[in-house]
């Protein structure tokens, strides 16, 4: 007999997620997911400049934050012919460096760690043994029993009080297979994890002025260096942003790293689900001769099909026969019907709500179910992400990742065919967050090495003013943000935004079917999987996590009407 199972809110993301999946015998036959939140950044954009385009878009979330950013200034610059001083160009790979350090390290303790570890099951963790299997495998400094003592008594206390926000955790669930002193190393490192995180984003406040929305600009970096300056980034900064590093590295490889390890080998099974789709798209990211050569990138550009390592199929997202965006179970309307595909250059958010009025009754069988438009690389679904760009330079021959991959499932005892799965896309994300510690040490050497003979230039003014531009252009600017492949479309007709379109991870992987009926990743990759207590279906939490959802990235504020509910100006 079947049953759904429906998770509303998916909690531990940004955004409103609903998941639904039919199980039968135990195990997920089919499932839904729907965005259940919608926006209007496209809108708002439409008639602004287009420089100041990154200040707005940058605020769809305050989780992903400055990729947007990112994002809209190389649209606008590759619509203008603008090129950025190499010395911009580093500082901007320093920022998003840093970006997938903090994002990485915040999904897996914050936003992931407890479907694999039970808080409860800490309290019978002896802090000792605790401390000594901890020391076993890393150097950190906070590993001591005399730390996961002082954590072990917080536990008690704060259970003692009902567990506050986590009183509705599926502790006890035979899911949970740790043994307590490693539930209690995970528990302790994720209270440690909150307060590093805080310090790590300081490098953004150095460079962009903030966090969350650190400023961007269009031709550069909003900074100027001079190292004896005391309203520029100076000496003091720069090495305030090499201490900052230094205690990254460490968090990473010393916390992060051997949790991660130490986690997923308890949890080898779960190798073999949550793999669902088969194909894999990354745009490339962290340019080395400039972002108009992707052939330097640091992650390779291209897709790999059905899990084919042998060949990686060129991707480019100018080619408006590439990637199109398709609503036939999306609550919009396009002027060509249901069943047409726009390039986003074309783009339409024409919102059309069809569906229930919350709380909605089912998914199933509705014939729109979603705010997530459905994108597709060639017609085919893909999966993007940390898992998805590994996949992809793996399959490009990039030595350090080869190395990389092979050494950590060396340490698992498990294949490469152990990536495809909800274990390998976590550990992909480790992988990721490694990689990007491995780069933004390079980056900071690079960008010392140019302080130190003075090429310093941060911005380039040439085709700044409106006069000098075309009265029409068209532009994309494309980022592997720490949850995969983002672009920001842009067309600009007489000195203003004409049409502007993003195109988000959460969007590829969490949209619904396509036309075809073509599942997208969150869907397929609930297929399949075991669900061993239909009210506490931690295995569905475990794999939708596993991707690190940002639904408030994927929507494009009506109300069901279409009637404006606020309007902000930004002057």
Same mark, same amino acid.
């Given at each position: 007999?079947?049953?759904?199972?429906?998770?509303?809110?998916?909690?531990?993301?940004?955004?409103?997620?609903?998941?639904?999946?039919?199980?039968?015998?135990?195990?997920?036959?089919?499932?839904?997911?729907?965005?259940?939140?919608? #926006?209007?950044?496209?809108?708002?954009?439409?008639?602004?400049?287009?420089? =100041?385009?990154?200040?707005?878009?940058?605020?769809?979330?305050?989780?992903?934050?400055?990729?947007?950013?990112?994002?809209?200034?190389?649209?606008?610059?590759?619509?203008?012919?603008?090129?950025?001083?190499?010395?911009?160009?580093?500082? #901007?790979?320093?920022?998003?460096?840093?970006?997938?350090?903090?994002?990485?390290?915040?999904?897996?303790?914050?936003?992931?760690?407890?479907?694999?570890?039970?808080?409860?099951?800490?309290?019978?963790?002896?802090?000792? &043994?605790?401390?000594?299997?901890?020391?076993?495998? !890393?150097?950190?400094?906070?590993?001591?029993?005399?730390? @996961?003592?002082?954590?072990?008594? &917080?536990?008690?206390?704060?259970?003692?009080?009902?567990?506050?926000?986590?009183?509705?955790?599926?502790?006890?669930?035979?899911?949970?297979?740790?043994?307590?002193?490693?539930?209690?190393?995970?528990?302790?490192?994720?209270?440690?994890?909150?307060?590093?995180?805080?310090?790590?984003?300081?490098?953004?406040?150095?460079?962009?002025?903030?966090?969350?929305?650190?400023?961007?600009?269009?031709?550069?970096?909003?900074?100027?260096?001079?190292?004896?300056?005391?309203?520029?980034?100076?000496?003091?900064?720069?090495?305030?942003?090499?201490?900052?590093? !230094?205690?990254?590295?460490?968090?990473?490889?010393?916390?992060?790293?051997?949790?991660?390890?130490?986690?997923?080998? @308890?949890?080898?099974?779960?190798?073999?689900?949550?793999?669902?789709?088969?194909?894999?798209?990354?745009?490339?990211?962290?340019?080395?001769?400039?972002?108009?050569?992707?052939?330097?990138? &640091?992650?390779? #550009?291209?897709?790999?099909?059905?899990?084919?390592?042998?060949?990686?199929?060129?991707?480019?997202?100018?080619?408006?026969?590439?990637?199109?965006?398709?609503?036939?179970?999306?609550?919009?309307?396009?002027?060509?019907?249901?069943?047409?595909?726009?390039?986003?250059?074309?783009?339409?958010?024409?919102?059309?709500?069809?569906?229930?009025?919350?709380? @909605? =009754?089912?998914?199933?069988? /509705?014939?729109?179910?979603?705010?997530?438009?459905?994108? #597709?690389?060639?017609?085919?679904?893909?999966?993007?992400?940390? %898992?998805?760009? %590994?996949? $992809?330079?793996?399959?490009?021959?990039?030595?350090?990742?080869?190395?990389?991959?092979?050494?950590?499932?060396?340490?698992?005892?498990?294949?490469?065919?152990?990536?495809? /799965?909800?274990?390998?896309?976590?550990?992909?994300?480790?992988?990721?967050?490694? %990689?990007?510690?491995?780069?933004?040490?390079?980056?900071?050497?690079?960008?010392?090495?140019? $302080?130190?003979?003075?090429?310093?230039?941060? @911005?380039?003014?040439?085709?700044?003013?409106?006069?000098?531009?075309?009265?029409?252009?068209?532009?994309?600017?494309?980022?592997?943000?720490?949850?995969?492949?983002?672009?920001?479309?842009?067309?600009?007709?007489?000195?203003?935004?004409?049409?502007?379109?993003?195109?988000?991870?959460?969007?590829?992987?969490?949209?619904?079917?396509?036309?075809?009926?073509?599942? !997208?990743?969150?869907?397929?990759?609930?297929?399949?999987?075991?669900?061993? &207590?239909?009210?506490?279906?931690?295995?569905?939490?475990?794999?939708?996590? /596993?991707?690190?959802?940002?639904?408030?990235?994927?929507?494009?504020?009506?109300?069901?009407?279409?009637?404006?509910?606020?309007?902000?100006?930004?002057?």
């Amino acid at each position: 007999m079947a049953t759904r199972v429906v998770v509303d809110p998916v909690t531990r993301i940004e955004g409103h997620l609903r998941v639904e999946a039919v199980v039968e015998n135990g195990v997920i036959t089919d499932a839904y997911s729907a965005g259940t939140m919608v #926006r209007g950044i496209e809108k708002i954009l439409i008639g602004r400049d287009p420089r =100041d385009a990154w200040a707005i878009t940058e605020r769809v979330c305050g989780v992903c934050t400055t990729v947007h950013a990112l994002a809209s200034v190389r649209a606008v610059e590759d619509a203008l012919g603008i090129s950025v001083p190499p010395t911009a160009e580093i500082v #901007r790979n320093i920022m998003s460096a840093t970006q997938y350090v903090q994002d990485h390290v915040i999904h897996f303790y914050h936003l992931h760690a407890l479907d694999w570890v039970d808080i409860v099951n800490a309290l019978k963790a002896d802090p000792k &043994k605790a401390a000594a299997l901890a020391q076993s495998f !890393s150097q950190y400094d906070k590993n001591t029993p005399a730390h @996961f003592t002082d954590v072990q008594n &917080k536990i008690k206390a704060f259970a003692a009080s009902g567990l506050g926000i986590f009183a509705n955790g599926y502790w006890g669930h035979p899911a949970y297979k740790l043994p307590p002193e490693v539930n209690l190393i995970g528990v302790a490192h994720y209270l440690d994890a909150l307060e590093w995180q805080k310090d790590i984003i300081k490098i953004h406040t150095v460079f962009g002025g903030k966090n969350p929305h650190p400023n961007y600009l269009v031709g550069g970096v909003p900074c100027s260096i001079d190292t004896n300056e005391v309203a520029a980034i100076n000496s003091d900064r720069l090495n305030l942003v090499s201490q900052l590093i !230094s205690q990254a590295d460490e968090f990473v490889n010393q916390v992060y790293i051997p949790d991660l390890l130490a986690v997923a080998s @308890f949890y080898k099974d779960w190798a073999q689900w949550g793999g669902g789709l088969r194909n894999y798209l990354s745009y490339g990211d962290f340019p080395t001769r400039g972002y108009n050569h992707p052939e330097s990138f &640091k992650y390779p #550009r291209g897709a790999v099909l059905n899990r084919d390592l042998s060949h990686v199929y060129p991707v480019n997202p100018r080619d408006t026969q590439e990637i199109k965006e398709y609503i036939a179970h999306s609550w919009y309307d396009y002027k060509e019907g249901d069943n047409a595909g726009l390039h986003p250059w074309a783009g339409e958010t024409e919102i059309n709500y069809t569906g229930p009025k919350p709380p @909605f =009754d089912t998914l199933e069988g /509705s014939a729109k179910y979603s705010f997530l438009k459905t994108p #597709r690389w060639k017609d085919n679904p893909m999966e993007v992400g940390p %898992l998805a760009r %590994l996949v $992809v330079a793996y399959a490009s021959g990039d030595t350090t990742v080869k190395e990389l991959v092979g050494q950590t499932l060396g340490k698992l005892n498990v294949p490469v065919g152990a990536l495809f /799965s909800t274990l390998g896309r976590t550990a992909a994300r480790g992988l990721d967050a490694a %990689l990007a510690m491995i780069w933004l040490k390079e980056f900071n050497d690079q960008l010392t090495q140019r $302080v130190r003979i003075n090429e310093v230039s941060t @911005f380039n003014g040439e085709k700044w003013e409106p006069k000098t531009w075309p009265s029409e252009a068209e532009g994309v600017g494309l980022v592997e943000a720490p949850r995969g492949s983002l672009a920001h479309w842009i067309k600009i007709r007489n000195g203003a935004i004409a049409n502007y379109q993003l195109v988000v991870p959460t969007t590829w992987n969490g949209s619904p079917r396509d036309a075809r009926m073509q599942r !997208s990743a969150f869907e397929q990759s609930l297929i399949g999987t075991p669900v061993a &207590k239909l009210d506490e279906p931690v295995e569905i939490i475990r794999t939708i996590h /596993s991707f690190d959802p940002c639904i408030a990235c994927a929507v494009h504020l009506y109300d069901p009407q279409g009637r404006h509910l606020n309007q902000i100006s930004f002057e």
